[in-house]
């Protein structure tokens, strides 16, 4: 028998058991089971040993901004969704201080600004300019717990949500932008305050934000419960 039959034998039973294996194991209702849960795992512990909490995303040159009619909306609201009367962004969790703010509130935090590209999972990106709030200055004025390893962030945008590891959350360029293109926020793209950030895909952004909570375990999100990849990095 030459060397190359037992070769290939090989590469067709691994090829056949990993097709039985996705075949009893691939179920998209229960997208952390089974093999798709495997390669959620594995992806997760792949992205997180290449984060770093140093690096950042490239500042764009100012003649790359995206037109603002160009930069796609989103929302899973039937309609745009719109600040219920006397909003308020509720900060709870593992914090020694829970707070409400108002936006007013939140502008007198330290202000970050940066102009970073936008990567949507869809295949497309954009570039805009974001101002706001650091997570991690946020983190600090509540008195975050360090034990909190993951930050959840919920919308009045029908109930949409995701959960963040905590390093992601509380990296340099995670901001709470309440201003895009040196203008207040607009309803169209989450306004009066949305996520952004330089380290993650666009669905992990969540919009329309109400609650912000520092936890001990992940939550899952609206994406994510439905099999989309959880830590999402770019």
């Given at each position: 028998m030459s060397e190359a039959g037992p070769r290939?034998?090989?590469r067709r039973r691994v090829l056949l058991g990993a097709a039985a294996l996705a075949t009893s194991a691939c179920d998209s209702s229960r997208p952390r089971e089974g093999f798709l849960g495997a390669m959620e795992r594995f992806n997760q512990r792949a992205q997180t040993a290449l984060f770093s909490p140093t690096r950042l995303a490239p500042e764009e040159p100012v003649e790359q901004l995206t037109p603002p009619r160009d930069f796609p909306h989103y929302f899973i609201s039937d309609t745009v969704p719109l600040a219920p009367a006397g909003w308020r962004l509720e900060v709870g969790g593992l914090v020694s201080q829970p707070r409400s703010f108002s936006l007013?509130?939140?502008?007198?935090l330290p202000r970050t600004d940066y102009r970073i590209?936008?990567?949507?999972?869809?295949?497309w990106s954009a570039v805009a300019s974001w101002h706001g709030v650091r997570v991690s200055d946020l983190a600090r004025a509540v008195g975050a717990?360090?034990?909190a390893g993951f930050v959840e962030f919920r919308s009045f945008d029908s109930g949409y949500y995701s959960s963040w590891d905590a390093p992601g959350a509380l990296h340099a360029q995670t901001i709470l932008a309440y201003g895009m293109n040196g203008q207040p926020l607009e309803p169209g793209h989450g306004a009066p305050l949305r996520l952004y950030s330089g380290v993650k895909l666009g669905y992990k952004m969540v919009k329309y934000l109400t609650t912000v909570r520092f936890l001990p375990a992940a939550s899952g999100g609206y994406w994510e419960d439905r099999g989309y990849e959880w830590f999402a990095g770019v």
């Open positions: 290939i034998l090989t007013e509130e939140l502008q007198r590209r936008h990567h949507c999972v869809e295949g717990d360090p034990r």
